[in-house]
């Protein structure tokens, strides 16, 4: 009976997606996201993930909403090599030329998008 209760419970909340809240650092995000970084040779995420994140399905993961700190973990993966799933590693490159804070900047800005 209470596992019921727990159940019907949690099924009737509603999500609350985290926002972030520094506007600098999604004013940055989305500058990276969408233009890429030409000085370091960052491309726009949007030309392989999409405009809205929504990702491209057996291409490009879906960034839109995803939590930051996964976001942020799995670049910094990518970048030392402790990621390597992808495909003529695409992401190892890109993640090595951006730095912490660039990282840290799309992830709060794909967190975001809807």
């Known amino acids: 009976d209470d596992m019921l209760n727990l159940a019907a419970y ?8 985290r926002q972030a809240k ?3 650092l999604i004013a940055a995000g989305q500058k ?3 233009g890429g970084n030409a000085g370091s040779g960052v491309p726009a995420c949007a030309s392989c993930h999409g405009p809205s994140g929504a990702g491209i399905p057996s291409l490009f993961p879906r960034l839109a909403g995803q939590h930051s ?3 942020l973990s799995q670049l910094k993966n990518f970048r030392s090599g402790d990621r390597v799933n992808d495909g003529g590693k695409m992401m190892q490159v890109i993640a090595k030329k ?4 660039e990282m840290k900047a799309v992830a709060e800005y794909v967190n975001g998008l809807r």
Request: glycine share 0%; hydrophobic share 30%.
């Open 69 to 71: 700190k996964y976001v």
């Open 10 to 17: 949690f099924s009737a909340q509603q999500p609350k997606p």
């Open 98 to 101: 951006m730095t912490d804070q």
């Open 32 to 34: 990276i996201y969408k």
């Open 22 to 24: 520094d506007a600098s």
